[in-house]
């Protein structure tokens, strides 16, 4: 990825952002033909994996604020029945 001989940089992919950013690298690289077409779906595979981890974290994350408001009483009473 960064010519012959040299070591290809480590991916940050910590952030969907991060992801993006690295598959539009891969994409343009592919296109260009700087990269292997079978090496650029299978980094993309992997890279959509990350992304699909970083939302179910982030999902569980907020899932776990909302039941720890409901166990302390701070999820409002909005929609409750009196």
Known sequence: MN????????????TIGDCSKF?????NMAYRKEMD????????YMT??????LKDSALEERVSKLEKGFVNGNAGNANQKT
Do not use: E, Y
């Open 37 to 44: 077409p079978g090496l650029a779906s299978r980094i993309a």
């Open 3 to 14: 010519g012959q001989n040299s070591k290809p940089r480590r991916a940050k992919l910590q």
């Open 48 to 53: 959509n994996v990350q992304i699909n981890a």
């Open 23 to 27: 598959l539009a690298r891969v994409i």
